[in-house]
């Protein structure tokens, strides 16, 4: 049984941001950090994975769907993000392949909470849009096959922070390090005993200078739509709306 874990999604490249949580107490204290996939498709890829590769056996590692898609990327299959061509082709041969490698699903016991289970957009699929908002039915059709130990759900992907209860089942979702949807900061969850959603403030300007730094073009157009938080979790919601199975 694991008494407190510490949960970061969607990073996205953003060094500043992961650096920021990691340094906040509570994650530095947990017993294992989760990172609950899109890692390095951002500015910072290369020093994103070195950060996240240097936490050693304290980290456990999910993949995301934008993770995937650097490894196609490099294989010869180009994405149709942008950002993610650029990452890809910064990568390491050994970053590609740990990438590759990557679970798609991880449970662990956590204090309070019992079998959770760890996953990128849903238990089944690293790219399906579920929402705060989303029906019944639903998450009836997400979750089915699940066993029936597993009492707590988390997972990423629409970088919006929630907690609810499905069915009697809780599903979290920690929001985003790194692409932040509904605010500034980075967003991430602490578990165990219970279920805090947390935000971690810092110097945007000065991140901003960073990742104007990291050689990717489109830098100053990621710090202002993402870093400053230009879009809000209303936004985000209009924009998943029709992609969570209504």
Not at 77 to 84: C, L, R, T
Request: charged fraction near 20%; hydrophobic fraction near 45%; proline fraction near 7%.
């Amino acid at each position: 049984m694991v008494d407190h874990v510490a949960v970061l999604s969607d990073i996205h490249g953003v060094l500043p941001a992961l650096d920021a949580v990691l340094a906040e107490p509570d994650v530095a204290a947990a017993d294992l950090i989760v990172l609950t996939g899109d890692l390095a498709a951002g500015p910072q890829p290369v020093e994103v994975l070195d950060r996240l590769t240097a936490l050693g056996e304290r980290a456990r590692w999910v993949g995301g769907n934008a993770d995937r898609e650097l490894v196609e990327a490099r294989a010869g299959k180009p994405s149709v993000i942008e950002v993610s061509n650029w990452a890809a082709g910064q990568l390491r041969a050994d970053q590609v392949a740990r990438l590759a490698a990557l679970p798609k699903r991880l449970t662990l016991p956590v204090t309070g909470l019992g079998e959770v289970l760890f996953c990128h957009a849903t238990p089944r699929d690293d790219e399906e849009v579920v929402l705060v908002d989303s029906r019944p039915a639903r998450w009836a059709d997400v979750f089915a096959g699940l066993p029936a130990e597993v009492g707590t759900v988390v997972c990423g992907h629409t970088h919006m922070p929630f907690a609810r209860l499905v069915d009697r089942r809780l599903v979290v979702n920690p929001g985003s390090v790194g692409m932040p949807y509904g605010g500034a900061g980075a967003w991430w969850a602490l578990l165990g005993p219970g279920v805090q959603l947390r935000r971690t403030r810092y110097d945007v300007d000065a991140a901003a200078r960073v990742v104007a730094g990291s050689g990717y073009p489109a830098a100053a157009r990621w710090v202002d739509e993402y870093l400053r938080g230009r879009y809000s979790d209303l936004d985000a919601l209009t924009a998943f709306g029709p992609r969570d199975g209504s």
